[in-house]
């Protein structure tokens, strides 16, 4: 029997960021929780993992595998080609009078 000998994807993450405590401040979660989400059976829970990935570079995928982050990716861009761009102009602002 072999025993995976690889780091936690979420000990990966902390060692990029500096360390468990300061990644643990910058995602807004404590300590005692990372330390949990690293036992087996747990993973990390979805709505910290895509904060972890932008700060650390360790993917979605690794950190939450229960999540298809296929989809959710697909539905960011999808939604992003969809919101209209904010127009700045305003037609109905008055011209100054000033000569």
Known sequence: MQIDQRPHPLEVAAQKFGSEAALARAIGASR???NQWKNPGREVPAKYAPKIEKLTGVHCELLC???DWSVVRRSIRRNARRRPTKD???PTAKKSAHV
């Open 32 to 34: 005692g929780a990372m």
């Open 65 to 67: 595998p229960s999540v």
């Open 88 to 90: 700045t102009t305003h």
